[in-house]
């Protein structure tokens, strides 16, 4: 099995530019999560799916954040405008449905810099 | 509402020495409870889990028994080695959820 994957790996793009990060998660599971991860705030979850349908995106900052998952093996996360303080790692997770385990396979991440 | 609280880092040790990052947390209900380990530039892992009290993980030398007592999960590895120089992060599952509710981390150092 391929893992989660991530692209970019890095990316470096200008204040007020539209970034796509995207995702591919472990075929055959019905969650996706997408963190942020910074060394001020750690680990945060902006939002998660169950079989492509968002079930909670209080953590997406703003207007500015939005994520979509067209179809189960696919998730783009977009920030249109970028701002210096959207720089960060991200991260794209997947897990299979558990009634106990909850556990969750996480990318390698996609390191955005604005500047 | 549920959260995890892990010791402050960064823990620097040296190779051999016996390793304690202890982790709390607040939760409702019964959860299952995890450590994760996140080696440079690269993702989270599972390092291991216990899904209910007195359960016991371990895998790669390190274990964590879940305290239901002390709402404790802490992590523990007898002789520690360079290889092992990562940050540590405790986590348990919201009830109800799929989500997991994330410590802040401890990185950890082992010199030779």
């Known amino acids: 099995d391929a893992g989660v994957i991530q692209s970019p790996r890095h990316e470096v793009t200008e204040m007020g530019q539209e970034v796509t990060l995207r995702c591919k998660p472990i075929s055959g599971h019905d969650y996706l999560f997408w963190y942020r991860q910074t060394m001020m705030r750690g680990l945060e979850l902006l939002i998660y799916?169950?079989?492509?349908?968002?079930?909670?995106d209080s953590g997406m900052p703003e207007d500015r954040f939005s994520a979509k998952m067209p179809n189960a093996s696919f998730s783009t996360l977009k920030i249109q405008p970028s701002e210096p303080r959207d720089s960060a790692v991200y991260f794209c997770?997947?897990?299979?449905?558990?009634?106990?385990?909850?556990?969750?396979?996480f990318g390698p991440g996609t390191r955005l810099t604005v500047t | 509402g549920d959260s995890v609280t892990q010791m402050e880092g960064p823990v620097t040790l040296s190779e051999e020495a016996f390793l304690t990052i202890n982790c709390t947390y607040t939760a409702t209900g019964y959860p299952s409870l995890f450590w994760y380990v996140q080696y440079p530039g690269e993702g989270l892992q599972l390092l291991l889990k216990a899904t209910k009290a007195d359960d016991k993980g371990s895998n790669k030398g390190f274990e964590a028994t879940y305290r239901k007592e002390t709402t404790s999960f802490h992590l523990e590895k007898g002789s520690v080695q360079v290889s092992d120089s990562a940050v540590y992060f405790c986590a348990l599952n919201h009830q109800g959820a799929q989500k997991l509710v994330f410590g802040q981390g401890t990185r950890l150092t082992i010199n030779p």
């Open positions: 997770a997947s897990s299979p449905y558990s009634a106990h385990s909850y556990e969750q396979y």
């Open positions: 799916f169950n079989n492509n349908v968002p079930i909670d």
